[in-house]
């Protein structure tokens, strides 16, 4: 498998990773590692991109290892947004209670200004997770961006209410909260939150 990847081999390194894949008697960390290093591989060649995703399949019943996920994370963290979206959208069809993923993936659609998605989402979110301040956040911040600022407004003050010992977002909160209000044409409103985000920001400085 290796000597095909090194001899940039895309079908030959196919056929003996899914040979790999499919056996019982090959070590979970080494199939972990071939789709590793396939990952690296298909990065530059997107024409294995199925390859990839059949793959992933063989890993659907892996308790250990989110495989999805963290190809998801792979491709953000070199900022393919369109892939990593992709990839935390197929973990969540089957774990589709798993925050961390639904706020890695709300992350990616506001790199990739998708607000319409987004506000959809946190919404859909929320329903499920009412306790968390993160989705209100979210939803907040898309609603400004469609310039629903009465409902951005609403969704945050509910969300400020859920957020407990988390500073870095209470600044956020308050930055989208004097940009609703801002939207909504009320300049003072606007500057008490300016206020409270940079007094909190200058906090978190000393």
Same mark, same amino acid.
């Given at each position: 498998?290796?000597?095909?990847?090194? #001899? #940039?081999?895309?079908?030959? &390194?196919?056929?003996?990773? *899914?040979? &790999?894949?499919?056996?019982?008697?090959? %070590?979970?960390?080494?199939?972990?590692?071939?789709?590793?290093?396939? =990952?690296?591989?298909?990065?530059?060649?997107?024409?294995?991109?199925? !390859?990839? !995703?059949?793959?992933?399949?063989?890993? *659907? $019943?892996?308790?250990?290892?989110?495989?999805?996920?963290?190809?998801?994370?792979?491709?953000?963290?070199?900022? /393919?947004? %369109?892939?990593?979206?992709?990839?935390?959208?197929?973990?969540?069809?089957?774990?589709? %209670? !798993?925050?961390?993923?639904?706020?890695?993936?709300?992350?990616?659609?506001?790199?990739?200004?998708?607000?319409? /998605? =987004?506000?959809?989402?946190?919404?859909?979110?929320?329903?499920?997770?009412?306790?968390?301040?993160?989705?209100?956040?979210?939803? +907040?911040?898309? #609603? $400004?961006?469609?310039?629903?600022?009465?409902?951005?407004? !609403?969704?945050?003050?509910?969300?400020?209410?859920?957020?407990? *010992?988390?500073?870095?977002?209470?600044? $956020?909160? $308050?930055?989208?909260?004097?940009?609703?209000?801002?939207?909504? +044409?009320?300049?003072?409103?606007?500057?008490?939150?300016?206020?409270?985000?940079?007094?909190?920001?200058?906090?978190?400085?000393?």
């Amino acid at each position: 498998f290796k000597f095909h990847l090194n #001899n #940039n081999d895309g079908p030959k &390194a196919v056929k003996s990773m *899914d040979i &790999a894949l499919a056996s019982k008697k090959i %070590d979970a960390k080494i199939k972990h590692r071939m789709l590793n290093e396939f =990952l690296i591989f298909v990065k530059d060649k997107p024409e294995f991109t199925t !390859d990839l !995703d059949r793959a992933i399949g063989y890993f *659907d $019943n892996d308790k250990e290892v989110k495989v999805a996920k963290e190809i998801g994370k792979f491709y953000e963290s070199k900022k /393919v947004w %369109d892939k990593s979206i992709r990839y935390y959208e197929m973990h969540l069809k089957t774990n589709a %209670d !798993d925050v961390e993923t639904m706020l890695l993936l709300f992350n990616v659609y506001t790199e990739t200004q998708q607000f319409d /998605v =987004l506000a959809k989402k946190a919404e859909a979110a929320m329903e499920v997770f009412p306790l968390q301040p993160q989705f209100y956040y979210f939803g +907040g911040l898309a #609603n $400004n961006q469609l310039k629903n600022y009465k409902k951005a407004k !609403d969704l945050l003050e509910m969300g400020l209410d859920y957020l407990v *010992d988390d500073t870095a977002l209470e600044i $956020n909160f $308050n930055i989208q909260l004097g940009e609703a209000y801002n939207g909504l +044409g009320d300049a003072k409103k606007k500057e008490i939150y300016f206020l409270k985000a940079e007094k909190l920001l200058n906090k978190t400085k000393k």
